[in-house]
């Protein structure tokens, strides 16, 4: 008997297991060898057959080309990339494109036309020498007093990068209707003054931040700065340093912030009035060496980045571990965390979850100062009366940059959205910021949020989703809002405690009682699981009875620690207060030979 063929398939998530490659790049690859067919055929059609009929297959194609680029520029500006020098051959291909439709219909005119054309093939290859000089032309201090700061561009890079297309679509419609060739050269000559005016930004730019990095240490000297926050990562500042730049603030100290990307720079110059410095300077020392001056005492540290250990090497300094959110997640307790003088953490047991997972951190290393971001939390202990209407708040996390870290329930959450939904229930959707950033991701928070739009229309119900939820409120707003919460292990776990409301934890990595031992916060938690088995009775729990409400609330202390509201910020301030008291600025010619391992030793 013979075997069953398997059956075929042409749909994308066929191609993309067979290639073994996510369908959205199966798509690209699919778009981007449309569009070089479309444009090449296209001009060649146009260039050879320009007194023929077959013409206007070759400007078709030419057309669809055009609407395929700009369907790729609009994909990637979605995505948060820089178009700058992005595409160069499909571009230039589709301004010869734009050429040979334009002699066809005005032959007369090939030296303005020409002209247009080598103007806008020029602009689009000068792009990359714009862009390195931008690269180079990064800030070095924002808010630093007597020192230069580098101006931001006039406009929008990405707009570069769109003239030349804008210039082609114009060159379209000109050509059509048989405009004079000079008119599309003044068109080009307008859209390359963006060019010209990004070049002449980034010389100077690239001049003052020269400049402000060589007084950059004179002027962090005589600014005097207690302490720096510092941040490695890419990605993330505004959640992970916003939730604790405001409380550094409150110390009324002078305080500094060195992040390792120049990218950052703008958006955390949003979220303090502190100084923010990217390191620019390198010698035999690292790259920091000219931003720690002699006043500074103390670093923290909100982001678990291997780059930590440049400002590790300066042993005369506190260093502190923060974190931006206390969870069961395995980056809560990794053991590079040995390596830092202090470990703030919310309440016991953070401390308990290092030993329980091997990692050994000394005793007066740790400091319970409690989590001052619950301070706008409000409690609510008492149980809401069986009838009354509930809204609950739905806050998967992301998927992390590995699967050994992925800890989300968005591929689960259009079940989980729709069995809330089926129990009456209102909903605030609020998935992690990082969503975004991918776009299967991004699909999936989209369809969630569809489904909430179209269950109001139907309904009534006010849903409260997309920028309402994400940007006019933030978590606390959420927290306050709703009833109950669904979520996975995250931090926002651990917050939520403070409302006293009930809460469910979705198991992605173990199930059942290995997730319970994995993850003590579900121990309080009503836990469903992966195959969804326990949701019908995890969200009758968090709608009604509530029988864990007891036992989480004497979690709650165990993990936040006693204070609550206005008094949370409390234990976080008198400790960095101790710690700036208790370090007196040194010599810092002696960081100059130490090593991270030195340091532990």
């Not at 048989?178 to 002449?200: D, F, K, N, Q, R």
Request: charged share 20%.
């Amino acid at each position: 008997m013979e075997s069953p063929k398997p059956a075929r398939t042409t749909s994308i998530g066929a191609w993309s297991a067979f290639a073994g490659a996510q369908q959205s790049r199966v798509v690209d690859l699919i778009v981007s060898n449309l569009f070089n067919f479309c444009v090449v055929i296209g001009a060649v059609v146009m260039f050879a057959a320009a007194d023929s009929p077959v013409f206007w297959l070759g400007a078709a194609l030419g057309v669809a080309s055009m609407i395929i680029l700009g369907w790729l520029l609009r994909r990637d500006m979605s995505r948060g990339r820089p178009l700058l020098a992005t595409y160069p051959a499909p571009r230039l291909i589709v301004v010869i494109a734009v050429a040979a439709a334009y002699l066809a219909r005005r032959p007369d005119d090939a030296v303005w036309i020409w002209a247009a054309t080598g103007l806008a093939i020029l602009a689009i290859l000068s792009e990359p020498t714009v862009r390195l000089l931008m690269s180079k032309a990064t800030p070095v201090a924002v808010h630093l007093p007597g020192l230069p700061e580098v101006p931001r561009p006039p406009f929008d890079p990405t707009f570069v990068a769109l003239a030349p297309f804008a210039e082609a679509a114009v060159g379209v419609v000109l050509a059509a209707v048989g405009a004079p060739g000079w008119c599309y050269l003044v068109i080009v000559i307008l859209g390359t003054m963006s060019v010209l005016i990004m070049s002449a930004y980034a010389i100077r730019a690239l001049m003052i931040s020269r400049s402000s990095s060589i007084g950059v240490r004179k002027a962090l000297q005589e600014y005097q700065p207690e302490f720096v926050v510092y941040y490695a990562a890419h990605n993330g500042a505004r959640y992970q340093l916003g939730m604790w730049l405001p409380f550094f603030e409150r110390l009324n100290r002078r305080f500094i912030v060195i992040t390792r990307h120049a990218h950052t720079v703008p958006e955390i110059a949003e979220l303090t009035s502190a100084p923010v410095l990217l390191p620019k300077l390198k010698s035999a020392h690292g790259r920091l060496w000219h931003l720690v001056v002699d006043s500074l005492k103390a670093a923290f540290y909100v982001q678990n980045h291997t780059a930590n250990v440049d400002m590790l090497r300066f042993p005369r300094l506190t260093h502190v571990w923060l974190n931006h959110g206390d969870s069961d997640k395995a980056a809560n307790y990794s053991a590079r965390h040995s390596t830092f003088d202090k470990v703030f953490v919310s309440g016991q047991q953070g401390v308990d979850r290092y030993a329980a997972h091997g990692v050994r951190i000394r005793p007066e290393q740790f400091a319970i100062v409690g989590r001052p971001q619950i301070e706008r939390i409000a409690t609510r202990d008492e149980p809401l009366p069986p009838d009354a209407p509930r809204t609950v708040l739905y806050a998967p996390t992301w998927h992390g940059g590995k699967p050994n870290t992925n800890y989300s329930s968005l591929p689960l959450g259009t079940q989980i959205v729709d069995a809330l939904l089926a129990r009456g229930a209102t909903v605030i959707f609020r998935p992690h910021p990082q969503t975004y950033r991918d776009p299967q991701q991004t699909g999936l928070a989209q369809d969630i949020q569809r489904r909430l739009n179209a269950d109001h229309k139907a309904t009534g119900r006010q849903h409260v989703f997309g920028r309402a939820a994400e940007t006019e409120w933030d978590i606390p707003d959420c927290f306050n809002h709703c009833d109950a919460l669904v979520t996975d292990v995250s931090s926002v776990a651990s917050d939520f405690l403070a409302t006293g409301k009930p809460m469910a934890m979705v198991a992605i990595q173990q199930k059942g009682a290995a997730f319970r031992q994995a993850i003590p916060m579900a121990r309080v938690a009503y836990v469903i699981e992966p195959d969804l088995s326990t949701l019908p009775a995890a969200l009758d729990e968090v709608l009604g009875p509530d029988s864990l409400a007891s036992a989480r609330r004497d979690y709650r202390r165990y993990c936040l620690g006693d204070a609550l509201g206005a008094e949370a910020p409390n234990g976080f301030l008198r400790e960095v207060e101790r710690i700036l008291a208790s370090a007196p600025p040194r010599d810092s010619s002696s960081d100059t030979t130490s090593t991270p391992k030195q340091r532990t030793a």
